[in-house]
């Protein structure tokens, strides 16, 4: 899984759609920002092209499911994090590091305010069932 050498400047704002696959889309975006960013896209970030919004979700859950498999392999300890991971297909800022370590990469990454505050109302709307 190779990333090629072009990088996103500091003007370059990336909106991923905001679908549960997010964190995933980020990382296939990370491999060719060019290609990404050539994409025409709604204002939320999905590809208008109905085959390319496919493609993008396709790739997405397929890294998931691909790094979910390394990241056991390589990080046992986290097995609990990481088959929460492969059955939500939506990942925490702190299950990043086993990310990272499975896919052999450096992330650094930061959440808007705005969509941490909307991903805890919804948190707290809908506790988890027992």
Request: glycine share 4%.
């Amino acid at each position: 899984m190779g990333h090629n050498q072009t990088s996103c400047s500091q003007a370059d704002v990336l909106v991923i759609p905001p679908d549960g696959l997010c964190g995933w889309h980020c990382l296939v975006a990370s491999r060719d920002v060019q290609d990404f960013l050539a994409v025409q896209r709604t204002s939320l970030g999905y590809a208008k092209a109905v085959d390319r919004l496919r493609l993008e979700t396709h790739l997405a859950r397929t890294l998931c499911k691909e790094t979910c498999d390394l990241a056991l392999e390589r990080s046992p300890h986290q097995q609990e994090a990481i088959e929460r991971v492969r059955c939500q297909e939506f990942f925490e800022m702190e299950d990043l590091a086993w990310i990272a370590d499975a896919l052999q990469i450096s992330v650094r990454a930061s959440c808007d305010p705005e969509a941490l505050q909307k991903v805890s109302r919804v948190g707290a709307e809908n506790p988890p069932r027992e």
